[in-house]
């Protein structure tokens, strides 16, 4: 077992064993556990809104009996929440690599928001970080199941330095042949759809980590910070600097302009 692995099944356990006492100690614990059910099944229906209010009546439900520790008791809850999220994502067939990116990116949300005054922040943005994640395991349904799989792969890799070349030597065909049925089905190239998915993952590290913006763009590959800047306004409208600071500005979600096409 790796080590960020060992450590992060420990601090569950560790949570899970303060949380249990509390939630236990709530009377009504299967309306708790419906609660949560009803979580789960919002945010896999992308619910968003609906799904923060649910929360929401959980972290209330905690806080009756915390009082003057809700703070600790509440973040024990969101560590738990956190676990519980990781598994379903791992059931959902999201890679290892990218299940344990969003435990740490996650944890790192609570240890940097969790204070009296950004708690219920807290609890809106783990829910719109699964939901992002998750949104990324819709299957596509374009009329041709080697575009399909491309998305899919996309999804799945888009922190590495992928390459219309790297991708059609992936799925065994030549990059003309590749770049024309991907354009053909979802009406943009695959260059420009690389790019997107970039700007969609950037914006999450962004508005949810201190990483500097400059790292952000070594870490998507871009081949200079200035490239990056002109990529994420074309889409966003904005700069990434202004995206960080403006946390009112809606998140950019791309839609295939053939996406009626769609079979």
């Known amino acids: ?12 356990s560790k949570a899970y064993t303060k949380e249990i006492s509390v939630i236990n100690s709530i009377e009504g614990l299967s309306l708790f556990l419906d609660l949560e059910k009803k979580l789960f099944l919002h945010m896999y229906a992308f619910e968003l809104e609906e799904a ?10 905690i806080i009756i009996r915390a009082e003057k520790l809700m703070i600790m008791y509440v973040k024990n809850y969101y560590i738990q929440l956190v676990a519980v999220m990781a598994r379903k994502l791992q059931e959902s067939q999201v ?9 740490i990116a996650s944890v790192n949300v609570i240890e940097t928001k969790m204070s009296d005054a950004q708690f219920l922040q807290c609890a809106d943005e783990l829910v719109e970080f699964f939901v992002l994640v998750i949104t990324e395991r819709k299957k596509p349904s374009f009329g041709h199941q080697t575009v399909n799989k491309v998305i899919l792969f996309i ?5 590495t330095n992928l390459t219309v070349e790297d991708i059609a030597k992936y799925f065994n065909i030549s990059t003309s042949h590749l770049s024309r049925i991907f354009r053909e089905h979802t009406g943009v190239t695959l260059v420009e759809y690389l790019n997107i998915r970039k700007v969609e993952e950037c914006q999450y590290y962004l508005r949810h980590t201190n990483k500097g913006i400059s790292d952000i763009s070594d870490s998507f590959h871009f081949c200079n910070q200035s490239y990056f800047t002109r990529i994420f306004k074309k889409y966003t409208g904005l700069t990434p600097k202004q995206f960080r600071d403006n946390h009112e500005y809606p998140n950019f979600k791309y839609n295939f302009p053939n996406e009626s096409r769609a079979v």
């Open 155 to 159: 999804n799945d890799e888009i922190e």
């Open 95 to 103: 890679p290892s690599d990218k299940v344990m990116a969003f435990n």
């Open 52 to 61: 923060k209010k649910v929360l929401r009546e959980i972290i209330d439900l």
């Open 1 to 12: 077992m790796q080590y960020s692995q060992k450590v992060f099944l420990e601090s569950f």
